[in-house]
Structures are given as C-alpha cells and as structure tokens.
T-cell receptor, first 117, second 115 residues
Framework: AQKVTQAQTEISVVEKEDVTLDCVYETRDTTYYLFWYKQPPSGELVFLIRRNSFDEQNEISGRYSWNFQKSTSSFNFTITASQVVDSAVYFCALIRRRNNAGNMLTFGGGTRLMVKP | DSGVTQTPKHLITATGQRVTLRCSPRSGDLSVYWYQQSLDQGLQFLIQYYNGEERAKGNILERFSAQQFPDLHSELNLSSLELGDSALYFC??????????????FGSGTRLTVV
C-alpha cells in the first residue's frame, strides 16, 4: 500500500517570505514517481513537477524548488519570495512505476497556503 | 487547456436525484480515471477505465457507476444523491493503463452540489 502525508494542513505567510511544504511518502516499491500539483481557488489541478525515484537531484524552476530525499522518503517543495498568486492548495502525490491496471495516483491530504500581502 | 474536457462545470441538484458527469480524455489517451474531492476526504480515487473496460475500483459507492464508450469518453453516473455526495469530481486521462510515466492529465472538474 502507498501513503502520502502532508502534515501541514494550512500555512500562512506574508508576501516575499520563503515557505516550504512538506511531503512524506510510504511505498514498498523501489521505482515510483512523485508529483506536486497546485489547486488554485478556481479548482483545477495544475501539474507542477514529476520526479523519478531514481533521480535525487534537486530541481529549481524560477521561485519553485524541490528537495527529494529518498533516505527520509520526503519530497519537499519550497517557494522563494512568495507572492499572493501562490495562494492555493498544494498536493503531493505518488504513483508506482508500472503500467499495469490499477496503478493510480495516491494523493496527500494537501496543504493550504495563504500568502498575505 | 489540459486537453481533458469535463462537463458540466457546475451542477446543483436535489437529494435523491441522479446525475451524469461527462469526461472527454486528451487525444490519444486510452485510460480514464475518476476522482472525488470532498472537504473531509481529500482526493479519493473512484474508478479507472482503459479502452472501454473497467480496470480498477477504488472507494466508489454502489450508487455510483461509470462507463467508457467506444469513442473513449467516459461518464460517471451518480444516483440516489445524498448531501454528502457534494464534491468536486475530477476526471484524468493517461496514455497507458498504468499512467505512471507521465502521471495524469486532469480536467478542470465538475462541482456537484446536492441540496
């Protein structure tokens, strides 16, 4: 069984602060993918990043960065210099690296980020 | 535009009624997944279809059913609706039945309100 835990249900920061969203996962598989999705107030799920379990390199995309640590089963997401537009619910998710039936994304409970001006 | 189309975007209906949610997958994708997002349950997997056949079931109630048609669009049927069925229902699609290589592409969701 797989499990994704986002212990922070809600975070509030002031604009320009840095913020890190935590994600811890459990899986028995050695090969898997990890994802982050953003859900703005409008409701849609926006894909942010996919990480292969073999690739532990950290990734930076603009103000966003991701820290993948297999040793601690964590895949944390940092927003640098946060902006009001970053206010959303962020989901971490995991999927096994298989193409057989029944392999589906398992989501964490989400972290609601509120960035105040 | 993700390429996955869900209709309607919003739906308000009364308890006891039946509704149908529709999903058109991204061009070339054979697999369709349905997820329910309610306030207290988070994103829960309901059911998966691949090329017209049911492939996996999650926490889907017996009052709910789905199918995937030859043109690959899918419909989620919700019957005997209860207040607790109010949620955002997402459809997602992927090329293969496992969906692992690229994850899924999500539609924008159908917000169902049961009154």
């Amino acid at each position: 069984a797989q499990k994704v835990t986002q212990a922070q249900t809600e975070i509030s920061v002031v604009e320009k602060e840095d913020v890190t969203l935590d994600c811890v996962y459990e899986t028995r598989d050695t090969t898997y993918y990890l994802f982050w999705y953003k859900q703005p107030p409008s409701g849609e799920l926006v894909f942010l990043i996919r990480r292969n379990s073999f690739d532990e390199q950290n990734e930076i995309s603009g103000r966003y960065s991701w820290n993948f640590q297999k040793s601690t089963s964590s895949f944390n997401f940092t927003i640098t210099a946060s902006q009001v537009v970053d206010s959303a619910v962020y989901f971490c998710a995991l999927i096994r690296r298989r193409n057989n039936a029944g392999n589906m994304l398992t989501f964490g409970g989400g972290t609601r980020l509120m960035v105040k001006p | 535009d993700s390429g996955v189309t869900q209709t309607p975007k919003h739906l308000i209906t009364a308890t006891g009624q039946r509704v149908t949610l529709r999903c058109s997958p991204r061009s070339g994708d054979l697999s369709v997944y349905w997820y329910q997002q309610s306030l207290d349950q988070g994103l829960q997997f309901l059911i998966q279809y691949y090329n017209g056949e049911e492939r996996a079931k999650g926490n889907i109630l017996e009052r709910f059913s789905a199918q995937q048609f030859p043109d690959l669009h899918s419909e989620l049927n919700l019957s005997s609706l209860e207040l607790g069925d109010s949620a955002l229902y997402f459809c997602a699609s992927s090329q293969r039945q496992g969906g692992s290589n690229y994850g899924y592409t999500f539609g924008s969701g159908t917000r169902l309100t049961v009154v």
